[in-house]
């Protein structure tokens, strides 16, 4: 069975300040995915991750998947108070079939 | 070009009656899936559909819980004499056919609360 963990659960960061959520996948896939969900809301698409050294970015946030070490990072540049939101990875196995981690709830304090 | 379209928004049920949540995919997509989020958790994967088509239900719990994608209309999940555990938002996602490498294109979820 496949399992996703991401850490930290929770992370409150100064804006300005950079950090890393981590997402750690439990067995071979060349898919994965980070989503963004805002209180109440759906999830919003940032990234698609295809291939080992896949490395993407959109403004403050950019994402790495590293295949080999089944990891995937998301590093969050000079935060802003636009960025607080709850963060989740997603890992496909077959078809469309996404597993989720459990999320990074982010708070961007001023 | 109107995204995923889920209704309702909230759903009320008291403890055993039925609870009918529908979605609409986007325009052009065939393809549909149910996931299931818990206060505080991430999305847990219910169901991917087909028209006329059940393709994976490995995430369907064995008892009340049923879905389907008919050929006109909405893909329909039905939970029968719901129970205080059902609580959640379900969320569908859809996505058009030979997707392989696009992402989900999600809903804005029904939040189903059982009294």
């Known amino acids: 069975e496949l399992k996703v963990e991401q850490n930290p659960l929770f992370l409150s960061m100064q804006e300005g300040k950079n950090y890393t959520i981590y997402c750690n996948y439990s067995t071979t896939s060349d898919r994965l995915y980070w989503y963004r969900q805002d209180p109440g809301k759906s999830l919003e698409s940032l990234f698609v991750?295809?291939?080992?050294?896949a490395v993407k970015q959109e403004g403050r946030l950019m994402a790495s998947l590293d295949t080999k070490a089944r990891l995937s990072t998301l590093h969050i540049t000079a935060a802003v108070h636009d960025l607080s939101a709850t963060y989740f990875c997603a890992v496909s196995e077959t078809n469309e079939k996404l597993t989720f981690g459990t999320g990074t709830r982010l708070t961007i304090i001023p | 070009n109107a995204g995923v379209m889920q209704n309702p928004r909230h759903l009320v049920r008291r403890r055993g009656q039925e609870a009918r949540l529908r979605c609409s995919p986007m325009?052009?997509?065939?393809?549909v899936y149910w996931y299931r989020q818990l206060p505080e958790e991430g999305l847990k994967f219910m169901v991917y559909?087909?028209?006329?088509?059940?393709?994976?239900e490995s995430g369907m719990p064995k008892e009340r819980f049923s879905a389907e994608f008919p050929k006109e209309g909405p893909s329909i999940l039905r939970i029968q004499q719901v129970v205080r555990g059902d609580s959640a938002a379900y969320f569908c996602?859809?996505?058009?056919?030979?997707?392989?490498?696009?992402?989900?294109?999600f809903g804005n979820g029904t939040r189903l609360t059982v009294t």
């Open positions: 991750l295809l291939s080992n050294g």
């Open positions: 325009k052009g997509h065939s393809h």
């Open positions: 559909l087909q028209k006329e088509n059940i393709i994976d």
């Open positions: 996602a859809s996505s058009p056919k030979g997707s392989y490498n696009s992402p989900l294109h």
